[in-house]
T-cell receptor, first 112, second 114 residues
Framework: DQQVKQNSPSLSVQEGRISILNCDYT??????FLWYKKYPAEGPTFLIS?????DKNEDGRFTVFLNKSAKHLSLHIVPSQPGDSAVYFC???????????FGDGTTLTVKP | DADVTQTPRNRITKTGKRIMLECSQT?????MYWYRQDPGLGLRLIYY???????NKGEISDGYSVSRQAQAKFSLSLESAIPNQTALYFC?????????????FGQGTRLTVV
C-alpha cells in the first residue's frame, strides 16, 4: 500500500508559467509534509515543508498548499524557470516518527 | 566538502559478493538513514538509526545490514549481492534537536550487480 502518491510522473511547462505538482496521501497520521528537489547525479535537497496546522506555506517562488480533508497537497512554482527542471519528491511524516515516506517523484521540465 | 559523503560513488560487483557502502557526515546530526531509489520509483527506506545504539529496519531491509560505527558513520552492507539490488543508494541525516524532519542527503552511490 503506497501511502504517498504522486500520480503524474512528468510535467512540462513553459518558462514563466506556473508549475503545479500534486501529491496525495492515505495515512491520516501524517502531520508534516515536505518537498524535495533532485537534480541528476545529486542527492535530493529539501525545498519546502508544511505542517498540518497550516493550509499554505510560501517561500519565494514556491508555495505548498495542504488540503487535509482531501489528503492532498500541491507545490506551486511561479514563475517557473529552466533551472527548476528536476525531479520533485513529496514526503510525509508524523510527530516523533523521525522518518519520512516518499512518493515516486514527478519530473518537471521547464522549457525556455 | 560535502556535509554527507558517500563512498564509493559508483560500484560494479558480481552476484554473490559482499559489498559495503559507507556514509560519513560532518553535520553533527544524530539520525542517519539509508534509502534506495529505483528508476521511476521514490526513495524507499532500508534502515535508519536514531543514535549509535539504535538501529531500525525500514520497509525493505531484507538482504541488507547496517552498522553505526560512530555518530558520524553509518555503513550499509549487502551480504550476498543479487542483480535486483542494482539501484541508486542514498544516505541521509537529520537532527532530532531541531524538531524538524528535514533530511540532508549524500550524493548517492550507483550500485550495479552483474
Amino acid at each position: 500500500d503506497q501511502q504517498v502518491k504522486q500520480n503524474s510522473p512528468s510535467l512540462s511547462v513553459q518558462e514563466g508559467r506556473i508549475s503545479i505538482l500534486n501529491c496525495d496521501y492515505t495515512n491520516s497520521m501524517f502531520d508534516y509534509f515536505l518537498w524535495y528537489k533532485k537534480y541528476p547525479a545529486e542527492g535530493p535537497t529539501f525545498l519546502i515543508s508544511i505542517s498540518s496546522i497550516k493550509d499554505k506555506n510560501e517561500d519565494g517562488r514556491f508555495t505548498v498548499f495542504l488540503n487535509k480533508s482531501a489528503k492532498h497537497l500541491s507545490l506551486h512554482i511561479v514563475p517557473s524557470q529552466p533551472g527548476d527542471s528536476a525531479v520533485y519528491f513529496c514526503a510525509a511524516t508524523y510527530t516523533n516518527a523521525g522518518k519520512s515516506t516518499f512518493g515516486d517523484g514527478t519530473t518537471l521540465t521547464v522549457k525556455p | 566538502d560535502a556535509d554527507v559523503t558517500q563512498t564509493p560513488r559508483n560500484r560494479i560487483t558480481k552476484t554473490g559478493k559482499r559489498i559495503m557502502l559507507e556514509c560519513s557526515q560532518t553535520k553533527g546530526h544524530d539520525r542517519m538513514y539509508w534509502y534506495r531509489q529505483d528508476p521511476g520509483l521514490g526513495l524507499r527506506l532500508i534502515y535508519y538509526s536514531f543514535d549509535v545504539k539504535d538501529i531500525n529496519k525500514g520497509e525493505i531491509s531484507d538482504g541488507y545490514s547496517v552498522s553505526r560505527q560512530a555518530q558520524a558513520k553509518f555503513s550499509l552492507s549487502l551480504e550476498s549481492a543479487i542483480p535486483n539490488q542494482t539501484a541508486l543508494y542514498f544516505c541521509a541525516t537529520s537532527d532530532s534537536g531541531t524538531g524538524s524532519t528535514e533530511a540532508f542527503f549524500g550524493q548517492g552511490t550507483r550500485l550495479t550487480v552483474v
